[in-house]
């Protein structure tokens, strides 16, 4: 049975759930899911996690992101990106003094009004089934966090600019090229999003999916699978010493144990088998989230 996480550098052309349905299919594991979504059109870094390991979904897709953007200058479009349909087109006089003025103002936290292409619902509806309707509603400024903005070089003339984001989960990076063209005077839109960051992982980690086809056909899908426990590896890691101790935890219930400092675990079995996130508090240990197959 498969458990375990694979990170995948996700081709342009398919959605998050377009991944994780074709990796149901390869490991015939009906428990699949991925922390953070990205649109068709980005590449890269996402982290999917399959049968047990979903567990670790809820804890992974809080997680900070990094991405690398194209920038492109001189045209709104209305998906503000530059899939959409083009609304406006400008003459570009930027200089780099003049966009790296600009960055400050969109870093630290700052709030984003959300697109119109976007699942956020309002009155039950998502805002891209509205806006592919034609329809506009208002939509509340949403508060997230920008921690470093950065211009990766000059682009040649014809290029578009590239930004490294570092940001927080909800993030909406097209937004922020949308509006860094507001403020420039030019308008602006999205060309392209790699994710190179997702819940500590990087594309030093990713495997592509026809790499996985590949090892899934020779008999060798599962070793591509990280460990759950790889993702909670910052934590301490705390063995149980005895049998009780471990049915306790297996059942969810409190253990006693006075000689460890408050904090959160990764909670292993005699055998070290990982049982769980624990967290201790005043000499006691509860589980936060079991990880081991019932």
């Known amino acids: 049975m498969a458990n375990g996480i694979i990170i995948i550098d996700k081709p ?11 990796l149901r299919g390869m490991f015939h594991e ?6 953070g979504t990205l649109d ?17 979904v809820e804890f992974a897709a809080d997680s900070d992101k990094e991405y690398i953007a194209g920038l492109k200058l001189g045209v709104v479009t209305n998906t503000q990106d530059t899939t959409g349909e083009v609304l406006e087109e400008r003459e570009v006089f930027v200089t780099r003094s003049s966009l790296e003025a600009v960055l400050p103002r969109f870093t630290g936290d700052i ?3 959300p697109p119109m292409y976007s699942a956020i619902k309002i009155n039950g509806k998502k805002l891209y089934e509205l806006a592919r309707k ?18 990766l070089g ?18 909406y990076v097209r937004t922020l090229c949308h509006d860094i063209g507001q403020a420039l005077g030019c308008g602006g839109s999205m060309s392209s999003l790699r994710r190179v960051k997702a819940a500590g992982f990087t594309l030093a980690d990713s495997v592509t999916l026809e790499a996985v086809q590949e090892a899934v056909d020779r008999g060798e899908g599962e070793a591509l699978l990280l460990p759950v426990d790889t993702y909670f590896a910052a934590l301490p890691m705390l063995v149980l010493k005895t049998a ?9 219930a409190a253990l006693t144990l006075r000689d460890i400092p408050d ?15 624990g967290r201790a508090a005043g000499g006691t240990l509860t589980t936060v989230k079991s990880f081991f197959e019932v």
């Open 263 to 277: 904090g959160e675990y990764r909670v292993y079995g005699m055998d070290k088998t990982f049982l769980a996130l």
């Open 134 to 151: 034609g329809k506009e509603v208002a939509r509340k400024p949403r508060p997230v966090t920008i921690h470093e903005l950065e211009l």
């Open 12 to 22: 342009q052309g398919w959605t998050s759930m377009d991944v994780c349905a074709k």
């Open 30 to 35: 009906k428990r699949v899911g991925h922390a």
């Open 154 to 171: 000059w682009p040649d003339a014809g290029e578009d600019f590239q930004l490294r984001v570092r940001c927080s989960k909800g993030t």
């Open 40 to 56: 068709p059109m980005a590449t890269g870094v996402l982290p999917v996690f399959i049968g047990r390991a979903t567990r670790a």
């Open 111 to 113: 709030e984003q009004v």
């Open 244 to 252: 009780g101790a471990e049915k306790k935890i297996r059942n969810g």
